[in-house]
């Protein structure tokens, strides 16, 4: 998910462990969340063990003192940051004693300061209740990522308490700096109709897409299916101003795999946004699916949009470097990515046809035959012998000799009349002399069954371009008239 | 070419860089070196993490100490005695 944000978050949490506001920390933001999250644990380990001793010599002389007067001057002289580092060194039973006797603005001084991962049982054993008042102290002081770690750690009859305590908002900034982001989908699961309908109608009035960006990745399918929809069917404007805070924070890698998941209509809808057809956000499509391998999710929007946004979105990928599309053409072999992927080639400059068509020519036989069956599948061979023209003699006799025998039925004639069509007959009749000795009978066999007129032309085109010999048997029916 | 500058014994990237102060400060600060990509910060990014590292403990500790003395004065004189003890 979007890298930046995770950061970002991660920059707050260690700020608060260190005490020190997350703008003196600005010079971490390049580095990675999870580099980040590794060295918040180190810090949080260092604070704890370097006073371990002292720590666990006052938890042992808590136990003599009446819980009542353990827990006031564990309040009044020990204070929160304390009371947090004790309270996982305590008996659980005792440390949920102590705390019921504590005012919820005091335990939720102790959340803030609190490593959940070293008092998990204590958080477990206090009751519900009293859990959602600290929750309720937390959201008047609007601190999510506090809420944030503690969701993963607590029951899920705890956890809808607290939950109906957050508003729309609340509840988007909160999943935002879920530590456990695998309690997100349970948590999700948990809200009711009106709530899960809320977080997108609130991604839209707080523009908290990033948040919701955030969210959504973390779903699993049927929840995240669920909130797609919903936001799918918003209104233009509300999605024109989505694709601008992806564009303007660069959160394209986040939202285009949703876009996929999208149904047909909201997808269409989708492509049809005039801000989808921005050159600068055909650009950054481009350069987001190159960077995360993304062609499986472009590719078919790119099939939606119109012929001018598709060229630009075709020149822009031409400008790619080799490797990158090469990555597209071993991502495109998916059999419903290949229509899609031969017309964006189409459009691509003769550049990039050549180094597609080379591509596919020189891939695995998965490649070569996915794009056969599928080309012919979409009746686009009048496509693809477009990029065929720019290969050498040799690339089309690689292509060529990987078609099944049993495909050349459906194939040849497909060619045939695609050539008729665009004047490619050099291209079609490059693919058909490559072929081997069981590919030609059987080719001559599909040529005695087109009409007079088209193997009269066959033969007109194979003579003036000096492939005839090359031909073989496929000739002589072609001679027999 | 990059390889063609590059003197003998000098620094070739990050990779091969030599511990500065900072990220010596930092590493004895965390007890342990800290992830790769921290370490890439310059040095003196590494050495403002490790004074607010050592700021954090330094407050913990003052503040464990504060708190057990003057917690001690109002525990019932019957308890202090045990509690100190156990305290020391």
Redesign the interface.
């Known amino acids: 998910m979007p890298a930046g944000l995770r950061t970002r978050s991660e920059i707050v949490k260690l700020g608060r ?4 506001a997350s703008a ?2 600005v ?2 933001e390049d ?2 969340a999870e ?2 999250a ?2 918040r644990e ?2 949080a380990n ?2 704890f ?3 371990r001793d ?2 666990l ?2 938890a ?2 808590s136990r ?2 009446p819980g009542a ?1 353990a827990a006031a ?1 564990g309040q ?4 929160a ?2 009371c947090a ?1 004790i309270a996982g060194l305590l008996d659980v039973s005792r440390a949920v004693e102590l705390a019921g006797r504590l005012p919820a603005d005091f335990l939720a001084d102790v959340a803030v300061e609190l490593d959940p991962r070293r008092a998990s049982a204590v958080i477990a054993g206090i009751p519900a209740t009293q859990i959602r008042d600290v929750a309720i102290e937390l959201l008047a002081r609007k601190e999510y990522v506090v809420m944030g770690r503690f969701i993963g750690y607590l029951a899920d009859e705890t956890i809808a308490q607290v939950l109906e305590q957050l508003g729309d908002e609340e509840l988007l900034r909160v999943a935002f700096v879920l530590e456990d982001k695998r309690a997100l989908d349970g948590v999700v699961r948990l809200l009711s109709d009106r709530q899960r309908h809320a977080i997108i109608r609130t991604a839209a009035e707080f523009d908290l897409w990033p948040e919701t960006l955030e969210l959504l990745s973390h779903l699993g399918p049927a929840s995240r299916r669920e909130l797609i929809q919903l936001t799918g069917a918003l209104d233009a404007a509300v999605l024109d101003r989505l694709v601008a805070v992806a564009q303007d924070q660069g959160l394209w890698d986040a939202l285009l795999p949703l876009v996929r998941e999208m149904d047909s209509d909201a997808r269409r809808r989708f492509v049809a946004l005039p801000s989808v057809r921005r050159v600068a956000v055909l650009d950054a499509l481009v350069a987001a699916s190159a960077e995360h391998g993304l062609w499986p999710e472009l590719l078919p929007l790119v099939a939606l949009l119109p012929a001018a946004a598709r060229r630009r979105v075709a020149a822009s990928a031409s400008r790619l470097e080799r490797p990158l599309l090469e990555r597209i053409v071993c991502n495109g072999w998916e059999p419903d990515l290949w229509p899609a992927l031969v017309d964006l080639a189409v459009e691509m400059d003769e550049d990039g046809q050549r180094v597609v068509g080379e591509l596919i020519a020189r891939g695995p036989d998965r490649v070569v035959r996915g794009t056969i069956a599928s080309v012919t599948a979409g009746q686009r061979w009048p496509e693809m012998l477009a990029i065929a023209r720019y290969l050498p003699a040799r690339e089309l006799g690689r292509l060529a000799q990987r078609v099944r025998v049993s495909d050349l039925d459906a194939v040849a004639p497909q060619v045939v009349a695609a050539a008729v069509q665009t004047g490619e007959w050099e291209a079609a009749l490059g693919l058909f002399s490559g072929l081997k000795a069981p590919q030609r009978r059987r080719l001559a066999r599909v040529a005695g069954e087109l009409d007079a007129d088209l193997r009269a032309l066959l033969l007109e085109q194979a003579r003036a371009l000096g492939v005839f010999e090359q031909l073989g048997e496929v000739g002589a029916v072609l001679e027999a008239g | 070419m990059y390889h063609n500058h590059v003197q003998r014994g000098e620094v070739r990237g990050p990779a091969r860089r030599a511990a500065g102060p900072g990220l010596r400060a930092l590493r004895g ?4 070196a ?5 370490r ?2 310059d040095d003196e ?1 590494l050495a ?2 490790a004074d ?2 050592h ?3 330094r ?3 003052a ?2 100490e504060t ?2 003395k ?2 001690l004065d ?3 004189a019957l ?1 202090r005695g ?2 100190r003890r ?3």
Not at chain 1, 17 to 20: A, H
Not at chain 2, 29 to 32: D, F, T
């Open positions: 462990l260190l005490g020190t003196e920390l010079f971490l580095v990675e580099e980040l590794l060295l180190q810090v260092r604070l063990e370097a006073d002292a720590l010599r006052v042992a002389a003599l003192l007067l001057i009044r002289y020990f204070g940051l304390l580092r | 600060q965390l007890g342990s800290p992830p790769k990509g921290v890439a910060l990014a403002q993490l607010a590292i700021g954090a403990r407050r913990q500790a503040a464990l708190a057990g003057e917690a109002h525990i019932p308890l045990a509690v156990m305290l020391r």
